[in-house]
C-alpha cells in the first residue's frame, strides 16, 4: 500500500466520524443511504502493510452502536471480507487478522449491538468456510492448509464445530469444539434472527 492509500483511508474514517456525529444528534432524521455508501466506498479499504484498515480504525476498541452494526451490515453486503489476513512486524513476517476478533467477541457478552455484529460475522465464517471445513475433515490437506492461518487469526468469529476440525487446540482453549460454543457464542443469532433483532427498538 502506497502513502495514497493511507490518506484515502483517513478520509474514510473522517467521514464516518462526521456520519457518526450526525447519528448521534439526530438518529430518528438520518440518512442510513449515507452510511451504506461509505460502506461500498470502503469496503476494499484493507491499507494492507500500511497501516490498521478503515474497518479496523472505526470498530476495534470501540462502544458498538446501532450505527456500527448497521455500518458492518452494508459493509458485508458490499463485499467486506472480515477474514481477510494481513502481516505486521519489520519483516512483514507476522500474520495477523485486520480486525480484533477477540475483542468483539469479549464486546459481544455485554453489549447488543457488538453481539449481533459478532453473530453476522459467525453466520459469514459459517456459510463461507463451511463447505471446506468438510473437504478438510474428509481428509483435503489443501483444504486444511489453506483454513489454518484464517482460522488462527480469527478463531473468536469462526464457529467452534469448524474450529475443532481445523485448529482443535485452539477449539479446546477457547472452551469450544468437545461439546461446547465459545463464551459469547451461546447468543449466536442466525441471520434471519438477527434482522429481527436489530429491528426492535434499541435502549
Do not use: K
Amino acid at each position: 500500500m502506497t502513502q495514497s492509500h493511507t490518506a484515502d483511508v483517513n478520509a474514510l474514517v473522517a467521514r464516518f466520524t462526521e456520519l457518526q456525529e450526525r447519528w448521534e444528534g439526530n438518529p430518528d432524521q438520518f440518512s442510513w443511504e449515507a452510511l451504506q455508501e461509505l460502506a461500498s466506498a470502503g469496503a476494499h479499504a484493507y491499507n494492507d502493510e500500511a497501516g490498521p484498515s478503515f474497518h479496523a480504525l472505526v470498530l476495534d476498541g470501540v462502544p458498538h452502536t446501532a450505527f456500527h452494526e448497521r455500518f458492518v451490515r452494508f459493509s458485508l453486503d458490499a463485499g467486506f471480507d472480515p477474514f481477510r489476513l494481513g502481516t505486521a512486524g519489520a519483516t512483514q513476517s507476522t500474520v495477523r487478522a485486520l480486525l480484533d476478533h477477540a475483542a468483539l467477541a469479549q464486546a459481544a457478552a455485554s453489549n447488543p449491538a457488538s453481539a449481533r455484529m459478532h453473530a453476522m460475522f459467525l453466520e459469514q465464517a459459517r456459510q463461507r468456510f463451511g463447505p471446506m471445513v468438510e473437504q478438510a475433515r474428509a481428509g483435503n490437506a489443501d483444504a486444511m492448509e489453506s483454513l489454518q492461518p484464517v482460522f488462527t487469526a480469527c478463531a473468536e468469529s469462526i464457529p467452534s464445530e469448524l474450529l475443532a476440525v481445523v485448529v482443535p487446540e485452539l477449539a479446546r482453549a477457547h472452551g469450544g469444539g468437545a461439546g461446547g460454543p465459545f463464551p459469547g457464542e451461546e447468543g449466536y443469532l442466525s441471520a434471519a434472527e438477527s434482522a429481527i433483532d436489530s429491528a426492535r427498538p434499541q435502549g
